[in-house]
Each structure stands twice: as structure tokens, then as C-alpha cells.
């Protein structure tokens, strides 16, 4: 065979080879275009299917929001409610207030009634002591009946709270005692020192009720 003819043939099997790797492309490229086409028309109906969501959700959330008229409604039920607390408060505290002044004036009309009630026992002693002295000859016996009721009636002081302050020998104490003079003490000693009472003075849980009015030495 001759080199022409044998160049001829190889140039023939070429251009075939060629052809055939150029409509392979074709059908690569068609076949990538057809990719590309159908994963465009999947993300368009993707968005399609996203957006129909979202603008379900947005209506079921516009649904579940309370309209203007129902919220107006709202707030009256509200309103009414506090304006009941309130009410049933003022009226508590009116009965409140009524109630305390009640009991305030019972203690002040009656506050003292037990210690009342306490001091009728020395007054009934007393009662029997003055019939007694009508006829009594023995004035030492009568004497010692008054001391009798004098200690009872101190006893029943106590009990509420009233004692006696103490004045002899004492120091001068002006939160206790009221100097109504002033004498030459005996000695040093008593200078300062109360020499004498003139009027007993008592507390109550601890408060002067009525300072002792005393003589102070010089």
C-alpha cells in the first residue's frame, strides 16, 4: 500500500475519532444543561414551597393575634375586676376603722375596771373597820385593823404595776423626787440625802406617776 493511500485512511479514522468525541460533548453538555434545568425548576419550587409556609405561619399568627375589639374587652374585664378589689378593700378597711374606734372607746370607758374590781375587796374591809370603831375600846385593836387594810390595798397596787418610791435615806433624785425644802443636814453624811417625805410618790410599770415631794439636807 502506498504512503498516500495510508495517510488518506489515518486522516479518514481521525476526523470519525473526532466527530465522535465532539457529539460526545454535545451530549455531556445537554446532559449538564438538563442538570442545571432541573435543579433550577427543584430550587424554584423549593422557594415556591417556603414561601407558601411562611405566609401560612404569618397568617396563623395574625389569626392567634388578638384583635383591637378583643384586647378593648380585655382591659374592661380588667378594669372592672380592680375597681371590685378596690371597692371590697374600702370597705374593709371602713370596718376596720369603725372597729378600732369602738374598742379605743371601751378601753378608755372601761379601761380601769379591773383594777376597780381589784380595790372593792379593801373597800368592803374598810366599811366593816368603820362599824366597828363606832364601838370599839380598844384603840391599839382598831389600829392594827387599818394597817391590815392598808398593806391589802398596797398588795393590790403592786399587782398592777403601782409601787411606792423609796425616800429615806435616799439620794436627791429629780427624775423622783420634787424638793419642796431645803434643811441643815444632821451631818456630812446626809447632805444631798432627802431628810424627810412629805407626799409619797408612786410609779406605774416603771413611770413616775407622781414624784414624792421630799425635804433635801444642806
Known amino acids: ?35 442545571q434545568e432541573m435543579t433550577e425548576k427543584e430550587q424554584e419550587a423549593t422557594d415556591k414551597s417556603q414561601e407558601t ?3 401560612t405561619t404569618s397568617q396563623e399568627e395574625e389569626a392567634k393575634e388578638p384583635t383591637t375589639e378583643e384586647k378593648l374587652e380585655k382591659a374592661e374585664e380588667e378594669i372592672t375586676d380592680l375597681k371590685d378589689q378596690l371597692l371590697r378593700k374600702i370597705a374593709e378597711f371602713d370596718n376596720y376603722r369603725k372597729r ?6 371601751e378601753l378608755i370607758l372601761n379601761g380601769g375596771e379591773k383594777t376597780i374590781v381589784s380595790i372593792l375587796p379593801v373597800i368592803d374591809d374598810m366599811e366593816r373597820a368603820l362599824k366597828n370603831m363606832q364601838n370599839a375600846e380598844d ?27 423609796k425616800t429615806e435615806n435616799e439620794d436627791f433624785n429629780v427624775d423622783l423626787h420634787e424638793a419642796i425644802a431645803q434643811l441643815p443636814a444632821p451631818s456630812d453624811e446626809m447632805k444631798g440625802k432627802i431628810l424627810d417625805c412629805t407626799l409619797t410618790g408612786y410609779t406605774m410599770n416603771d413611770k413616775v406617776i407622781r414624784h414624792a415631794q421630799v425635804v433635801v439636807g444642806l
Open 139 to 165: 384603840v391599839a385593836a382598831v389600829l392594827e385593823g387599818v394597817e391590815l387594810i392598808y398593806k391589802k390595798f398596797l398588795d393590790i397596787l403592786e399587782k398592777q404595776g403601782v409601787k411606792s418610791i
Open 1 to 35: 500500500m502506498k504512503f498516500g493511500t495510508i495517510f488518506v485512511i489515518q486522516s479518514v479514522r481521525n476526523k470519525k475519532r473526532l466527530k465522535m468525541s465532539e457529539e460526545t460533548i454535545d451530549k455531556e453538555m445537554e446532559a449538564m444543561d438538563n442538570s
Open 100 to 105: 378600732t374606734i369602738k374598742e379605743k372607746t
Open 53 to 55: 409556609e411562611d405566609e
